[in-house]
């Protein structure tokens, strides 16, 4: 009876010590947490671009690969080992924009910006008067009500020079009968988006990046893409009059509110407007959906 219970103990010590669980330090913890961010919007940039088709396609030639391996068919794994190198790097030349655009998003992510304290000089004044509010929702809406295409993006943190070479420049005081007139069918400056710092128009006619984003809507036109493409590059906002339906949308952060009314507009040019007094008071600042957000009726 002892050799038995002796039998039991020290097989239960065995099998104990094998299923016993590794000692977990803090650092695996915060290891495990950054290489899950890391993995999840690694995952969330190729599902938005083109590259979640390339994804696909690499997963079906690996599992060529693994079963060549499997059978041991050297001609193919020979053409693997050879062939990997150059596509490698094929792959960062082809999606060179794509990686710029992820790169700059990660430098513009909320993570390091609400840790670290902002410089309080920027808080001296507001970004805008509330008279440039009121010029940008009155002329956004009488543009829409004529149905006349606009495309309005408003500087905040990140400069907009590149953007603004590519136009003409004007430095005019914002008010809504300018934009209106610049936004005109059949006039020089009606084509391209108008750029708005401070209270000033600063340019007109500018090109802005297009959206390679996915999940927005197939029925929405290069107007719209270029909208959102520029508030993924950058920290701006933008208004956009749909020229076929008059509906006034806007973009920030990636994200797309469509057919909005006055007051949302304002709201959000309120909340710019104010934003670097909000900063003051924050330390930490939740990220925003980079999702499109309809607001329809």
């Not at 919007?41 to 671009?49: A, D, E, F, S, V």
């Not at 083109?50 to 060549?68: C, N, Q, R, T």
């Not at 905040?156 to 603004?164: G, I, M, P």
Request: aromatic share 8%.
């Amino acid at each position: 009876m002892e050799h038995i219970s002796e039998t039991i103990r020290s097989y239960m010590e065995r099998y104990l010590s094998w299923v016993s669980m590794p000692m977990i330090r803090w650092t695996d913890v915060v290891e495990i947490i950054i290489i899950s961010f890391l993995v999840y919007h690694l995952l969330k940039w190729i599902k938005n671009t083109k590259a979640w088709s390339l994804l696909k396609g690499i997963i079906i030639i690996l599992v060529f690969v693994f079963v060549a391996a499997l059978f041991d068919m050297t001609t193919i794994l020979w053409i693997a080992r050879n062939v990997t190198g150059i596509a490698v790097t094929a792959l960062v030349v082809v999606f060179q924009p794509e990686l710029r655009k992820a790169l700059e998003q990660l430098g513009r992510s909320n993570v390091l910006s609400g840790i670290i304290q902002f410089d309080p000089t920027r808080v001296a004044s507001e970004l805008f008067s509330d008279k440039t509010i009121d010029e940008l929702v009155r002329a956004s809406y009488e543009m829409g009500k004529a149905k006349t295409g606009a495309l309005i993006v408003i500087q905040n943190n990140d400069l907009l020079t590149e953007y603004e070479l590519t136009g003409i420049m004007i430095d005019s005081i914002v008010s809504s009968q300018l934009l209106i007139n610049i936004f005109e069918h059949n006039t020089p400056l009606h084509d391209g988006a108008v750029i708005v710092r401070g209270n000033r128009i600063s340019a007109a006619t500018c090109y802005l990046p297009l959206s390679g984003n996915m999940e927005l809507s197939k029925e929405l036109g290069t107007r719209h893409r270029a909208g959102v493409g520029i508030s993924e590059a950058t920290d701006s906002l933008t208004i956009i009059v749909s020229e076929e339906t008059g509906r006034v949308s806007v973009a920030q952060n990636g994200e797309l509110s469509r057919n909005i009314d006055e007051s949302f507009l304002r709201s959000k040019l309120e909340i710019l407007q104010s934003k670097t007094l909000e900063e003051k008071k924050f330390i930490f600042r939740k990220g925003g959906s980079r999702n499109e957000k309809k607001t329809d009726k």
